[in-house]
């Protein structure tokens, strides 16, 4: 008698997809009213500086200001902001960034970034490197940085070399 089971699992099935439809993307990570989404990173030696690229989306009604990075892959984490000026690509700290209510921050490359700068170990290709971020209100969410050689969603392979003195 397989039709039981069968008609079972269907249902399961039906209820889990309608559960899981409005979820965010499997890559996403929650706190608070924050979203970090699509968190990466390039290969890079030990020893060099790292960098971090994801998008931070605010879906509460308050401002939220992120205060600090940490990862344990890393001697110190920046968030640096690269911009054109007269046809020369220079990179400015940020010490915090605050996401408007309903705002959002996009890190990618030629714009904002997080540097990981004095890796203790390589990035490779396929690694998941972890990486904290901290807010004012004292939240913290740890996402894992997906080491790629190209944005995970982008057609735009803008292949922005950086290098810190
Ligand atoms: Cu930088």
Do not use: C
Request: overall charge positive; aromatic content about 4%; proline content about 8%.
């Amino acid at each position: 008698m397989l039709r039981p089971p069968l008609l079972a699992l269907a249902a399961l099935a039906a209820v889990s997809a309608t559960a899981w439809a409005p979820a965010a993307w499997a890559g996403d990570y929650k706190v608070g009213s924050i979203t970090v989404q699509s968190p990466w990173s390039r290969p890079a030696q030990a020893g060099m500086n790292g960098v971090g690229f994801m998008t931070l989306v605010n879906t509460g009604a308050k401002p939220v200001t992120l205060t600090a990075i940490e990862s344990p892959l890393a001697a110190k984490v920046e968030l640096h902001q690269s911009s054109m000026a007269n046809g020369v690509m220079t990179m400015r700290r940020q010490d915090t960034t605050t996401l408007a209510a309903g705002g959002k921050l996009e890190l990618s490359p030629g714009g904002y970034h997080l540097m990981l700068l004095g890796l203790k170990q390589p990035l490779k290709v396929g690694q998941k490197a972890p990486l904290t971020l901290v807010f004012a209100d004292g939240q913290r969410v740890t996402v894992d940085l997906t080491v790629r050689l190209t944005p995970p969603n982008a057609a735009t392979g803008g292949m922005m070399d950086h290098q810190h003195p």
